[in-house]
């Protein structure tokens, strides 16, 4: 995403960092508020189970109703949070540490490339872009 569309405000360092950070608690808190932490992984277990289902629908809509005011929409970060909440990653302090190094090794190898293959990097912004009003050159 930082390579492909730099110039997207979901490509910028902070909305890649924080976006996933955000996956991860929503996917933590879903998985406990349902239950689900205690039910076995479909992967292992053969079978999802309602209440991995439901953290799963929990935790995609509240990690997107987190990150919109936090400006750091990042849809990326769901599939983290579906990876959690579906078993594939056990919501434990190792597991966190190994995708938080992930996504900042990610996020890093981005800029990096951004920076060696010229391309423009996203700024962050809270005015919307400014458009030509006529009065000089411009189009039409």
């Known amino acids: 995403m930082q390579m492909q569309l730099p110039p997207q405000q979901t490509?910028?360092?902070?909305?890649?960092?924080?976006?996933?950070?955000?996956?991860?608690?929503?996917?933590?808190?879903?998985l406990a508020a349902t239950g689900a932490i205690h039910t076995p992984p479909p992967v292992t277990a053969?079978?999802?189970?309602?209440?991995?289902?439901?953290?799963?629908?929990l935790a995609v809509g509240l990690t997107l109703a987190v990150q919109v005011?936090?400006?750091?929409?990042?849809?990326?970060?769901?599939?983290?949070?579906?990876?959690?909440?579906?078993?594939?990653i056990n919501p434990e302090w190792r597991a966190i540490a190994i995708i938080a190094t992930g996504v900042v090794m990610t996020?890093?190898?981005?800029?990096?490339?951004?920076?060696?293959?010229?391309?423009?990097?996203?700024?962050q912004s809270g005015r919307p872009a400014q458009r030509h009003c006529g009065g000089g050159p411009g189009p039409e």
Request: aromatic share 6%; net charge positive.
């Open 11 to 30: 490509a910028r360092v902070w909305n890649i960092l924080i976006g996933h950070g955000v996956g991860v608690v929503a996917a933590t808190v879903a």
């Open 46 to 57: 053969g079978i999802l189970s309602w209440q991995r289902e439901l953290a799963s629908a």
């Open 69 to 88: 005011p936090l400006r750091a929409v990042h849809p990326p970060a769901a599939a983290t949070t579906l990876l959690i909440t579906l078993g594939a």
């Open 107 to 123: 996020a890093i190898l981005g800029v990096a490339g951004q920076f060696f293959m010229g391309k423009a990097m996203p700024r």
